[in-house]
Nanobody, 130 residues
Framework: QVQMVESGGGSVQSGGSLRLSCSASGYRYTYSSYCMGWFRQAPGKEREWVAT???????GYADSVQGRFTISQDNAKRTLYLQMNSLKPEDTALYSCAANWWYGGIRTFCGSDRSRYNYWGQGTQVTVSS
């Protein structure tokens, strides 16, 4: 059973930084391709895509976080990260990691397409005060 567990959320003042982690377990480590991403959902709003990294090293970011957030991973630790700098009150949301693994190659970038992600974590809350 695949499990995705986020950590690292918290409360921070505007301009501050946080580093989110997502530990993944239970998937077949022999899979050759994957995409892993972060999404967020603020109260009363739709879930929105934040960033993605895939198995051929491509990364992508939502315009709202470009230049401030960095997605990375440690394959040995099977952990996905999201470094968030210059945080703004509008970044306040529940942040969830998502992933999918499969055999075979990868062509199109998963990006914001939620249907490309089969596994989701429960989320970690990030609150940014002004």
């Amino acid at each position: 059973q695949v499990q995705m567990v986020e950590s690292g959320g918290g409360s921070v003042q505007s301009g501050g930084s946080l580093r989110l982690s997502c530990s993944a377990s239970g998937y077949r480590y022999t899979y050759s391709s994957y995409c892993m991403g972060w999404f967020r959902q603020a109260p009363g709003k739709e879930r929105e895509w934040v960033a993605t990294i895939d198995s051929i090293g491509r990364t992508g970011y939502a315009d709202s976080v470009q230049g401030r957030f960095t997605i990375s991973q440690d394959n040995a630790k099977r952990t996905l990260y999201l470094q968030m700098n210059s945080l703004k009150p509008e970044d306040t949301a529940l942040y969830s990691c998502a992933a999918n693994w499969w055999y075979g190659g990868i062509r199109t970038f998963c990006g914001s397409d939620r249907s490309r992600y089969n596994y989701w974590g429960q989320g970690t809350q990030v609150t940014v005060s002004s």
